[in-house]
């Protein structure tokens, strides 16, 4: 099987920064897509950022010019850079990756990790 693992949150102050990083592993043909995802309390889940395999990107209105996705096929890692961050970035962030699975058939099987928790202080 498959398994994505992030790391990288903590707690830090309004103005701060934090680099996540989420490591896929396991019986990994190819990787399509990868991004990260957002949850705070009482909330919805939120596509924070998107790369491709060739690494095109795309960002949500709320972090763009403050938050950097990037991505090292070779590590088959994800990486989310996170500069000037504000009180409403405080969530669970969780990565997510469409993958194909080696001798598992045709298709790209959705991924998601445990989620690492990112605390912004006012």
């Known amino acids: 099987q498959v398994q994505l693992v992030e790391s990288g949150g903590g707690l830090v102050q309004a103005g701060e920064s934090l680099r996540l990083s989420c490591v896929a592993s396991?019986?990994?043909?190819?990787?399509?897509?990868m991004e990260w995802y957002r949850q705070a309390p009482g909330k919805q889940r939120e596509l924070v950022a998107s790369?491709?395999?060739?690494?095109?990107?795309s960002y949500v209105d709320s972090v763009k010019g403050r938050f950097t996705i990037s991505r090292d096929n070779a590590k088959k890692t994800v990486y989310l850079q996170m500069n000037s961050l504000k009180p409403e970035d405080t969530a669970v962030y969780y990565c997510?990756?469409?993958?194909?699975?080696?001798?598992?058939?045709?298709?790209?099987?959705?991924?998601w990790g445990q989620g690492t928790q990112v605390t912004v202080s006012s």
């Open positions: 997510r990756a469409q993958v194909l699975v080696a001798g598992a058939g045709m298709g790209w099987r959705d991924y």
């Open positions: 790369i491709t395999t060739g690494g095109s990107t």
């Open positions: 396991g019986r990994i043909y190819s990787i399509n897509v």
